[in-house]
């Protein structure tokens, strides 16, 4: 595609549900990240992909939250049980390796 | 470890005033550096880069000059706009390139 497109835009959800976030990179990047971007922590890094497998997890809050990445393309980012601290801006970025980040709009996840 | 500490926002200017936004890193080895733009409901776009010493990337009319000596970035124009109202952020990648270290942001409001 043109960019760097996810889904949902929105998300609405109950605590303690379970919630996955999509990613779809630019065509032919190799390198996919997730970021979440809230009020009190800034814009933290969480996960780095390069083709399916993920060597850097380094960010991952806690066990709740896992990604895949399937086909060296989409991905998607499953936070488990919900919790209202989950509640954030979660961006997705692809690049060809160690090159520029490109970044989609964001899923904006409110945990109620 | 690595971080970047931007000026605090929100900063208000009168269209066609001098804008800076200053930005520091500390960072493990020779990182480059980056100035993202977060229009208001958009994801974030890369605005300019610099990749190493000396270095002055630009952009919209935007540059930051990469000084190693004061571990500086800092963001400037010479005449704002109100299109140019936005979030900024400073960013560094080090070597590897497998994740942004973000500031915390610095809103930018540009009135008439």
């Known amino acids: 595609g043109a960019g760097v497109s996810q889904s949902p835009s929105n998300k609405v959800t109950e605590k303690g549900k379970d919630v996955e976030l999509r990613c779809d990179p630019i065509s032919g990047h190799t390198a996919l990240y997730w970021y979440r971007q809230s009020l009190g922590q800034g814009l933290e890094f969480l996960i780095y992909?390069?083709?399916?497998?993920?060597?850097?997890k380094s960010g991952l809050p806690s066990d709740r939250f896992s990604a895949e990445r399937t086909g060296g393309s989409v991905s998607t980012l499953t936070i488990q049980r919900t919790q209202q601290e989950d509640s954030a801006v979660y961006l997705c970025?692809?690049?060809?390796?160690?090159?520029?980040?490109?970044f989609g709009a964001g899923t904006r996840l409110s945990v109620l | 470890g690595n971080s970047v500490t931007q000026m605090e926002g929100p900063v208000t200017l009168s269209e066609e005033a001098f804008l800076t936004i200053n930005c520091t890193y500390t960072?493990?080895?020779?990182?480059?550096l980056f100035w993202y733009v977060q229009y208001p409901g958009e994801g974030l776009q890369l605005l300019l880069k610099a990749t190493k010493a000396d270095d002055k990337g630009s952009n919209k009319g935007f540059e930051a000059t990469y000084r190693k000596e004061t571990t500086s970035f800092h963001l400037e124009k010479g005449s704002v706009q109100v299109s140019d109202s936005a979030v900024y952020f400073c960013?560094?990648?080090?070597?590897?390139?497998?994740?942004?270290?973000f500031g915390t942001g610095t809103q930018l409001k540009v009135e008439l």
């Open positions: 960013a560094l990648l080090t070597g590897g390139g497998n994740k942004l270290t």
């Open positions: 970025a692809s690049s060809i390796k160690g090159d520029i980040q490109y």
């Open positions: 992909f390069q083709g399916n497998s993920a060597p850097d």
């Open positions: 960072a493990t080895g020779y990182p480059s």
